[in-house]
């Protein structure tokens, strides 16, 4: 299934004093905000997540500062700072409340805004997200060495200097190893409804993951068969009807059986 893409505009914004880069997709509904994972962009995931939505919703999606088309800045790879950019983008360019999608680390800045600022999140769908660094299993090491393919692609988008691909992976490497630092206390203040979505070989651990779902009071979980972390390319059509089903009825879920959730009926 390929997405229409109709009406993209693509374009830098100042947002809090500095240009990202931005896209839109001219639609009437709700917003929605596509956040794409660490060390990566846009374009690499808007295709695989825009069929299930861009009938419905209004879209927006933003590369992150030192991520795609956007510059680097100091301290820019810390989730910290990614959370305002996300508050400021929200304030200043979708200027409503949104249903934010988002993949691996652009999960993690979702469920950080639900918690500082939960008048600007609608709903949220995590794709492969840990809200602490001690839910990934162990990765190999950056060695170094960075595939010929994604230096060009780097040489093409970034506005960085070409030597900067191999810094900004060793400094997200060590980020990952600390951040980012949520409790399940945190994500129990989380008040809209959300959807965490993982593959069943994912780098986030299972147990992690069901943690997740389990503080989020309004949680519910999905996990895709015959996938890693890269669930949404391996299984895009699968992914895009969990999301697609969850969008379309955001009510607390009445099951037959509910052994986590209070039956309303019986209160």
Not at 27 to 40: F, R
Not at 64 to 88: C, M, N, V, W
Not at 167 to 177: A, F, G, Q, S
Not at 190 to 212: F, K, N, R, W
Request: glycine fraction near 8%; aromatic fraction near 8%.
């Amino acid at each position: 299934m390929l997405s229409k893409a109709f009406g993209m505009q693509e374009k830098y914004l100042e947002v809090a004093g500095n240009p990202l880069y931005c896209y839109e997709w001219d639609n009437n509904g709700e917003a929605v905000v596509l956040l794409h994972g660490g060390l990566s962009q846009t374009s690499h995931f808007d295709l695989r997540i825009l069929p299930a939505i861009e009938d419905d919703f209004h879209i927006f999606a933003y590369d992150r500062t030192a991520h795609g088309f956007s510059g680097d800045k100091p301290g820019s790879l810390h989730f910290d700072y990614q959370t305002k950019e996300l508050i400021a983008y929200l304030e200043n360019v979708v200027k409503e409340p949104a249903h934010l999608i988002g993949y691996s680390d652009g999960g993690n800045i979702a469920l950080m805004v639900a918690i500082q600022r939960p008048e600007l999140v609608r709903s949220i769908v995590t794709l492969g997200a840990n809200f602490h660094f001690s839910g990934t299993l162990p990765m190999p090491e950056f060695d170094g060495v960075i595939s010929v393919e994604d230096q060009e692609e780097y040489d093409r988008t970034s506005p960085d200097a070409p030597h900067t691909l191999a810094e900004k992976i060793t400094r997200m490497t060590k980020i990952w190893k600390s951040e980012p630092t949520l409790t399940t206390a945190d994500l129990h203040q989380i008040q809209c409804p959300a959807l965490v979505i993982a593959g069943d070989d994912d780098v986030i651990s299972h147990a992690h993951t069901i943690e997740l779902y389990e503080n989020i009071p309004l949680g519910q979980l999905a996990i895709v068969p015959g996938a890693s972390h890269g669930f949404v390319v391996e299984k895009p059509t699968i992914t895009q009807v969990l999301i697609q089903e969850f969008l379309g009825d955001l009510s607390y879920p009445i099951t037959k059986m509910p052994m986590r959730r209070v039956n309303p009926r019986t209160e």
